[in-house]
């Protein structure tokens, strides 16, 4: 199977990297934020679309891959983990969030403006990033971020965890 590099070089593309922070992650230029698959702001994709979908940016040369579980409530990052297992995960770059918590009315989760609550204490950080790490198949996640800040939690408290 040929490498990302050797694919990109067969098929034309080259994507420039740039490097993010100061701690050496370097991603493709362009990144693909997966939110739109899972039914946002439109009606979800069928699974195995999205799967050929994030497989398709990747051989076209984007490494850099944005999710979050808030995307359809944890199907984006299922959908995002189903497409890393058909690509070297090493050559991929995945970011995904953290801070917001959904409220259950009634045992139902809905997204809206009254069951967002934002949530930034170092245990819930910690187990939001286990159930990403979960739900993404992954033992790691390049670039864990807030979603929205908690002004209620010192910052240092939520970077720490």
């Given at each position: 199977?040929?490498?990302?590099?050797?694919?990109?070089?067969?098929?034309?593309?080259?994507?420039?990297?740039?490097?993010?922070?100061?701690?050496?992650?370097?991603?493709?230029?362009?990144?693909?934020?997966?939110?739109?698959?899972?039914?946002?702001?439109?009606?979800?994709?069928?699974?195995?679309?999205?799967?050929?979908?994030?497989?398709?940016?990747?051989?076209?040369?984007?490494?850099?891959?944005?999710?979050?579980?808030?995307?359809?409530?944890?199907?984006?990052?299922?959908?995002?983990?189903?497409?890393?297992k058909?690509?070297p995960?090493?050559?991929?770059?995945?970011a995904?969030?953290?801070?917001?918590?959904?409220?259950?009315?009634?045992?139902?989760?809905?997204?809206?403006?009254?069951?967002?609550?934002?949530?930034?204490?170092?245990?819930?950080?910690?187990?939001?990033?286990?159930?990403?790490?979960?739900?993404?198949?992954?033992?790691?996640?390049?670039?864990?971020?807030?979603?929205?800040?908690?002004?209620?939690?010192?910052?240092?408290?939520?970077?720490r965890?």
């Amino acid at each position: 199977m040929a490498g990302v590099g050797e694919q990109q070089q067969q098929q034309g593309v080259v994507m420039p990297r740039v490097k993010l922070g100061t701690q050496g992650l370097e991603v493709s230029k362009l990144g693909f934020g997966c939110m739109g698959l899972t039914g946002i702001y439109n009606d979800p994709v069928p699974e195995e679309v999205g799967i050929s979908i994030i497989k398709h940016a990747f051989h076209s040369g984007i490494t850099f891959f944005d999710t979050s579980y808030i995307y359809g409530v944890n199907t984006n990052e299922v959908l995002v983990g189903k497409a890393l297992k058909q690509l070297p995960r090493e050559k991929v770059q995945l970011a995904t969030k953290f801070g917001i918590q959904l409220a259950t009315k009634f045992g139902i989760v809905k997204l809206d403006s009254n069951a967002v609550i934002i949530k930034g204490t170092p245990e819930y950080v910690r187990s939001c990033c286990e159930a990403s790490l979960n739900r993404l198949g992954v033992e790691y996640i390049d670039l864990y971020y807030q979603h929205r800040i908690d002004t209620t939690v010192p910052i240092e408290d939520t970077l720490r965890a």
